[in-house]
C-alpha cells in the first residue's frame, strides 16, 4: 500500500513542472538520496509539461509521486497520487468539490490503493495556493492542532500537511500540528533555506518537503538530504507510536 511507502519517507523532493530545471541540477536532486520526488504545483499545471518532467525523473531510480492539483494532468505512470485537501480553505471547492467532480467523471478508473489524501493545513497567506484556495491561515495554535486532529480522527488521512510555500513557518505552529495526530504522518513544507531551518524541520515534523530551493541553490537542496537524515525527531506526546 502507497500509505505504507509515504510512512518511511524522512526527506523528499517536490518539483513543480511549471518551472524550467536544468538537466544536471535535475540529475543532482535525482541521485541526492532522497526518499521520493513529488511533481506537481498550484498553477500552470498541465498534462503536457507534468508528462515532459515525469519522463526526466524516470530515467532515475527515484521513487517518483503525483500531487495532484488538476484532473487534466494526471498521467497514470506515476508510482502513486498524493490528493490534498485544503482543510482551513474558505473556497469549498478545495475541501471536496474538485475531488467530487474528479470522481464522478473518472471514479471507476481510480487505482485507489496507489492513492494518499493528504490533510492540508496552509499557513502563509500569501502563497499562491493561500489565495487560490482562500484558505483562513491566520490561525492559533489551538486551531492547528484542531485541524490535524480532524484530519487524522474524523477523515482517517493518513497524512498531516503543514504548507508554508514560499517563507519558513512558525515552530510553534508546527509543533502545535504534532500535538494532534497520533499515527498520521507530519509532513512539513515551505522556505527551508539553511542547514539550520533543514534541521528545525526534521526536528519537528516526521518528512520534511524542500521545493522552492531546488530552482535558486541546487547545491543547498541537495545538502538538505544530508540535513534531514542525521536529525532525529524530537519526542512528543506521539513519540510511541
Known amino acids: 500500500m502507497l500509505s505504507e511507502r509515504v510512512a518511511s519517507w524522512r526527506h523528499v523532493f517536490k518539483l513543480d513542472p ?3 530545471i536544468s538537466d544536471g541540477a535535475l540529475d543532482r536532486i535525482c541521485r541526492s ?5 513529488i511533481i506537481g504545483g498550484t498553477d500552470g499545471i498541465t498534462f503536457e509539461n507534468t508528462w515532459e518532467l515525469l519522463k526526466r ?8 509521486y503525483q500531487e495532484v492539483s488538476t484532473k487534466s494532468a494526471v498521467i497514470p505512470e506515476f508510482d502513486g497520487f498524493l490528493i490534498p485537501v485544503v482543510l482551513n480553505a474558505e473556497d469549498p471547492r478545495w475541501l471536496i468539490g474538485a475531488h467530487h467532480e474528479a470522481i464522478r467523471l ?11 489524501p493528504e490533510g492540508y493545513v496552509v499557513l502563509n497567506p500569501d502563497s499562491r495556493v493561500a489565495r ?8 492559533s495554535e489551538e486551531e492547528v ?3 490535524a486532529r480532524l484530519a487524522e480522527h474524523l477523515f482517517r488521512m493518513p497524512v498531516v500537511y503543514v504548507e508554508y510555500s514560499g517563507r519558513y513557518g512558525d515552530p510553534r505552529l508546527i509543533r502545535a500540528a504534532r500535538a494532534g495526530i497520533v499515527r498520521s504522518r507530519l509532513f512539513y513544507g515551505g522556505g527551508i533555506s539553511t ?3 533543514a ?10 518537503v524542500v521545493g522552492n530551493l531546488i530552482y535558486y541553490n541546487v547545491d543547498a537542496a541537495v545538502q538538505t538530504v544530508r540535513h534531514v537524515r542525521e536529525t532525529p525527531r524530537e519526542a512528543g506526546p506521539d513519540a510511541l507510536r
Request: glycine letters at 4%; charged letters at 30%; aromatic letters at 10%.
Open 195 to 197: 542547514p539550520e531551518q
Open 132 to 139: 487560490l484556495t482562500k484558505a483562513r491561515s491566520s490561525l
Open 199 to 208: 534541521r528545525e524541520a526534521a526536528r519537528l515534523a516526521d518528512t520534511v
Open 145 to 147: 492542532t484542531a485541524y
Open 33 to 37: 538520496g532522497t526518499d521520493a520526488v
Open 57 to 64: 525523473v524516470r530515467r532515475y531510480d527515484v521513487p517518483c
Open 18 to 20: 511549471n518551472r524550467a
Open 106 to 116: 473518472y471514479g471507476r478508473y481510480i487505482p485507489w490503493e496507489r492513492v494518499v
